[in-house]
């Protein structure tokens, strides 16, 4: 089976790390909430829209072809964490859209105690853990404070920008041990609702990039639920589909822009090139592609595609591109390598470690999703040529060739029933498996707080 397989690969390359003896390095990982991988310039975006990430792409393996495993952020974030698929870690109902409640306080389900997580092994391994988090989806309610000696969650919500998330990060990095450190940020700048500054929309002009759905018109209770328009904003300027493309690309810029000197300050103190740094994101953003916005609602690759950066100790492989298909649940195995550290038996996700220098082929090329809100029957398989969206529960299948359609706007199930046959048995021997490995979920409940600053987000 294909667990079988990746922990045998992840032997084969564990020694792609640091060697025994050897400092191993620091680990930063970075998640940048709601970010597509199109909206980056080293990804093909074109306009002046991610300066600092694109240098630091430049230093660092990308990987074209990354994939969530779930469109929003609770789910997707627990198998970044974990190495485990959604139906593995359990995480895949909203409160809002789960079994029927009574008069009492929303629940929600927890990250079980039974995961094993990235900072656990790591701590275990001798690493100090801290983690600077500004969604409220991963607080320490939701079980995510689970192997970090720092857990700061403070004021998590929409309105917690970067700058003060990197202030007590860097106040936490200049507490000087001799133990290396695993550091964790999670931003909201890029999620909605696109408050950027104006001059950061004014330095992206309306490039092919954004003018992609020209002369489209946005409905306005969508408009509504997007935010209060900006007081520069004219009325046809919160009408046009293109307008809201370019106030998403906006809060790129502007993260990018508050990112640039914390990383000055890591190559300033020699930490940068000490350290194995990870920039990914959760999930993407469907821009009114399908005729919607936000995310979480559906599997289209514009709420699965997501950016990969892995940056060596020293920048060593860097500007290597990868165009394999690889998955979130890939990224903790792949640092755990790098530090030299075992993974904990049961991972999910592939050692990346070897690709971008010509090492062995990290497995089969596919990526699975599911824990879409409200339809948790929903789950697709991808490959590099098709891909299959299938209800389990009714087994009404939607295929797409996306080499002719990667817009994925035509089912072609009916045409290749051959495809979409086998793809279906792929993703049901995946979820077989999954069911066997299923771990039992924890349960909070929610404070009204926490049910504000979640329905600030958009849930």
Not at 151 to 166: C, E, K, M, Q, V
């Amino acid at each position: 089976m294909k667990r079988a397989a990746q922990l045998l690969l992840g032997a084969v390359l564990l020694g792609c790390g640091a060697s025994p003896g050897e400092p191993r390095p620091n680990v930063i990982l970075v998640v940048v909430d709601t970010l597509r991988a199109d909206h980056l310039g080293s990804y093909g975006f074109r306009g002046d829209v991610s300066p600092t990430l694109d240098a630091l792409a430049a230093e660092s393996v990308r990987f074209e072809r990354c994939f969530a495993p779930s469109p929003w952020t609770k789910p997707a974030t627990a198998s970044l964490l974990t190495s485990l698929y959604p139906d593995a870690h359990g995480l895949t109902i909203h409160p809002d859209v789960g079994p029927v409640k009574d008069d009492g306080p929303p629940r929600t389900q927890a990250l079980s105690g039974q995961a094993v997580t990235l900072a656990e092994a790591l701590r275990d391994a001798g690493y100090r853990t801290g983690a600077f988090v500004a969604n409220p989806w991963v607080e320490r309610s939701q079980g995510f404070a689970q192997g970090f000696d720092r857990f700061d969650d403070r004021g998590a919500s929409i309105d917690t920008p970067a700058d003060g998330l990197l202030s007590r990060a860097e106040a936490w990095l200049a507490e000087a041990r001799e133990e290396p450190f695993f550091l964790y940020l999670h931003f909201m700048d890029v999620h909605a609702p696109y408050d950027a500054p104006k001059s950061d929309y004014d330095a992206i002009p309306a490039t092919p990039s954004e003018r992609v759905l020209a002369d489209r018109e946005m409905p306005e209770a969508m408009v509504k639920n997007l935010e209060t328009p900006a007081e520069w904003a004219t009325e046809a300027m919160r009408r046009d589909v293109d307008y809201w493309r370019r106030r998403y690309a906006s809060g790129v810029r502007a993260f990018d822009r508050r990112l640039t000197p914390f990383i000055e300050h890591l190559r300033e103190r020699g930490l940068l090139d000490g350290s194995v740094l990870v920039i990914t994101s959760d999930h993407g953003e469907q821009l009114f592609e399908h005729g919607g916005w936000s995310h979480g609602l559906g599997l289209f690759d514009h709420q699965l595609h997501v950016p990969l950066l892995v940056r060596r100790p020293g920048g060593a492989r860097g500007g290597a591109a990868v165009g394999e298909i690889v998955e979130l649940t890939d990224v903790m195995p792949t640092i755990l390598s790098l530090a030299a550290v075992r993974p904990p038996a049961g991972v999910q996700g592939r050692d990346l470690s070897g690709l971008g220098s010509g090492g062995v082929p990290a497995g089969d090329g596919v990526a699975f999703g599911s824990a879409a809100i409200a339809q948790p029957d929903l789950h697709s398989v991808r490959t590099p040529e098709h891909k299959l969206v299938m209800n389990t529960r009714t087994r009404r299948a939607r295929l797409f060739d996306l080499a002719a359609d990667p817009g994925e706007t035509r089912d072609v199930a009916a045409e290749k029933a051959d495809v979409a046959k086998a793809l279906a048995a792929r993703l049901d021997a995946h979820l077989e498996e999954l069911a066997r490995a299923r771990l039992a979920t924890d349960e909070t409940t929610l404070s009204d707080e926490e049910r504000e600053r979640l329905d600030a987000l958009g849930y």
